[in-house]
Nanobody, 121 residues
């Protein structure tokens, strides 16, 4: 079994910061890319930030300059540092890992259960 478990969500005032973490565990032979998505009420899930195993990063335009993404390959963990948070960042944040369990398998996408981020005064 493979599990992705997010942590670090919560309530923060506008302009504040939060750091999300996502740890992948279970039978994993390798992880290619990891990323963060978010879904606000009534909206589609959207990519926030992604990072490859080689450290190549991409960000949604709405978070560039405010959010950073990093990963610890030794611990199969990805982080999302969110600064200068705005009310429009309020959403459930999901972690996604593109990984394979055994070396003979294809890569597949696995999702975490999500963590709520609320930006409000």
């Amino acid at each position: 079994q493979v599990q992705l478990v997010e942590s670090g969500g919560g309530l923060v005032q506008p302009g504040g910061s939060l750091r999300l973490s996502c740890a992948a565990s279970g039978s994993i032979s390798s992880i290619s890319a990891m990323g963060w998505y978010r879904q606000a009420p009534g909206k589609q899930r959207e990519l926030v930030a992604g990072i490859t195993s080689g450290g190549v990063r991409n960000f949604a335009d709405s978070v560039k300059g405010r959010f950073t993404i990093s990963r610890d390959n030794t611990k199969n963990t990805v982080f999302l540092q969110m600064n200068s948070l705005k009310p429009e960042d309020t959403a459930v944040y999901y972690c996604k890992g593109r990984l394979r369990r055994w070396y003979w398998e294809e890569y597949d996408d696995y999702w975490g259960q999500g963590t709520q981020v609320t930006v409000s005064s």
